[in-house]
């Protein structure tokens, strides 16, 4: 089970927010043993950003939310690494590990003695990890950097958001910190290689992850559209840059997604909506057609669809097998059988606060049998290291 892959792996956790922390929540649902190293008084930042919290109101505890869905399945060691007892805490821990996964300012870790040149020594056979916004290296490496910067930065927002002309056009970041979470998936893509080299070599090695790297690599297909081009993409609202139709309309009663893939697809549709002579206009034949003459075909469906109401289109989209898709809020997304058949949502027990819901590591896929076992995001102080009297 891939729960356990990675069982007797050790990893030192240095970092904070999101995008380390996702990486190291996904080296603790894989199975290794992390050790989240935070200052004694604030810890991670992302404990403070709330509302909303989990509560023990006679005790007094608090989690934000933010931090539970990222700590998932750690252990929290409370020390001060700028203090000799907390230095050498901290050094003790990373002799003994696999993986470490850092996210501090460029050449703040050198300043004691923590990194990768300082320690390889201590541990020849550790991964070592950071992320940082623009890379150890080149003209901005000094500078710190967050997820929203990076979604402007690497190119993400130039062409997301609703086109110019339109109601509330302009540029338009996503709704989740979407570059943090996927240099976390890369971060942990790189771990799992690192340690399979190691395998063989018997030596471990530095990983240099940036923010602004992933932003750039995001762009995939629109990325690949400028270089082939060399023309910028621009904001088309909900509308799919390669891909025709395939955005938002509108019914009668409300919302739904559009998801044409291929010409059959188109055809099947044009029959359903009682407009069979569409899939043979010269303007709409092919996809590659539908793409240049996009405006007039979008008009053209905004005057249909209004004409039914969203059951009724879907169960239409069903029979033909025409792809759809409903748009729900988080309440329903947790309701929707498929979902509570996968068991997405993963209920923890903390022992101070008691329940604690999270979302189910997608790549531990489960939906009948044993449930992976974890442990809930941890207090700050459930695991305290004390200096030496």
Known sequence: MLDSALSGIK???????????WCTQNLADLGASVTKVEHPDRGDDTRQWGPPYLENERSGERMSAYFSCCNRGKRSVSLDFSTPDGLDAVRELI????VLVENYKTGTLARYGLDYESIQALNPRLVYVSITGYGQTGPMADKPGYDYVFQGMGGLMSYTGQPDGQPGAGP????????????????????????FQRHATGVGQYLDIALLD?????N???GANYLISGKNPERSGNAHPNCAPYEVFRCADGHLILAIGNDGQFRRFCALAGKPEWADDPRFSTNALRIVNLPALRAMLAQIFPTRTRQQWSDGFDEAGVPWGPIHTLEEVFAHPQVRHRRMLQVLEHPQLGPIPTVRNPML?????RQAQTLAPPLLQDSVVRPVA
């Open 11 to 21: 990893v030192v956790d240095l970092s904070r927010i999101l995008a380390g922390p």
């Open 95 to 98: 002799r003994g590990a696999d």
């Open 172 to 195: 338009l970041r996503t709704g989740v910190a979407v570059v943090d979470l996927a240099t976390g998936m890369y971060a942990t893509s790189a771990v799992l290689a690192a340690l």
């Open 214 to 218: 992933v932003a750039v690599a995001l």
């Open 220 to 222: 995939a297909n629109q």
């Open 365 to 369: 896929s489960r939906p009948s049998g």
